[in-house]
């Protein structure tokens, strides 16, 4: 890939060294290549992770040979994701931007926007879920359980945000009886409205610390991110799941 003076893209800030980058418009052939071989050897995912090809703003490539706009290297991003699924592989990327929802299965995480960020600190604003109420019924979304976790406000429990968004949980490797608690009662609200719409949120009382979802099938979810308080109500109004907090 090569910019406005005809230099290619050059960097050196992660671990992996010193490194340009492939202009998009070759992308697709090395997907193939790569799962082509590792077909000849037996092996056969179920899903690959395409990082950052989501997340990232379209790329523009100058080379005369190949030039590429932002919309071009969007589209053979996409081209990758559709080659994965063609696989009857699951598609994944790094965070759910809405251009590529509609090739993904899932997402590594989707993170709130935090200072200084990206990743720690606490929120800038009040974080909603608005990206929920478009997409909770076409994209799978995983959260981090613990507090601050990346992505999540330094003063918040992740996954009181997995439980308002009705995502899945992360596991870790050597969960405590409490964690699988948590993830039990994540994956159970998941199993339940995880295809359904998000079809409302609210503050409940004054601030906006207590929130509350609705999903179209008549669950609600609420939390509160000052006590750790949640509540999972059943459309017939039978409590599913709720703590009480601090
Ligand atoms: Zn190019």
Same mark, same amino acid.
């Given at each position: ?110 993170? #709130?926007?935090?200072?200084?960020? =990206?990743? %720690? ?6 974080? $909603? *879920?608005?990206?929920? /109420?478009? !997409? #909770?019924?076409?994209?799978?979304? =995983?959260? %981090? ?6 992505? $999540? *406000?330094?003063?918040? /429990?992740? !996954? ?87």
């Amino acid at each position: 890939m090569k910019d406005e003076e005809g230099n290619p893209e050059y960097c050196d800030i992660w671990a992996g060294g010193p490194h340009g980058w492939l202009c998009t418009c070759f992308s697709k052939g090395y997907v193939e290549r790569n799962y082509d071989t590792l077909m000849l050897h037996g092996a056969v995912p179920d899903g690959a992770y395409l990082d950052v090809f989501a997340v990232v703003p379209g790329d523009e490539c100058y080379d005369p040979l190949h030039r590429m706009t932002r919309s071009e290297s969007l589209a053979y991003r996409a081209a990758c994701f559709e080659e994965i699924r063609s696989r009857g592989m699951i598609v994944s990327s790094e965070e759910p931007a809405d251009w590529a929802v509609p090739y993904l299965d899932l997402v590594h995480h989707a993170p #709130h926007a935090l200072i200084p960020g =990206p990743g %720690s600190g606490p929120a800038i604003g009040v974080p $909603i *879920p608005l990206f929920s /109420l478009v !997409y #909770h019924d076409a994209v799978v979304v =995983p959260w %981090s359980l613990e507090r601050g976790a990346w992505g $999540i *406000p330094e003063s918040d /429990l992740g !996954y009181l945000y997995g439980l308002l968004n009705a995502g899945i949980p992360y596991l870790s490797i050597q969960p405590n009886d409490v964690e699988i608690g948590i993830v039990r009662a994540l994956a159970e609200l998941h199993g339940r409205v995880g295809f359904f719409e998000m079809t409302g949120h609210m503050f409940i009382g004054s601030g906006h610390r207590r929130q509350r979802t609705e999903y179209s099938d008549g669950t609600t979810v609420e939390v509160d991110f000052n006590t750790d308080e949640y509540r999972i109500v059943a459309p017939d109004g039978t409590i599913v799941a709720e703590h009480p907090g601090k």
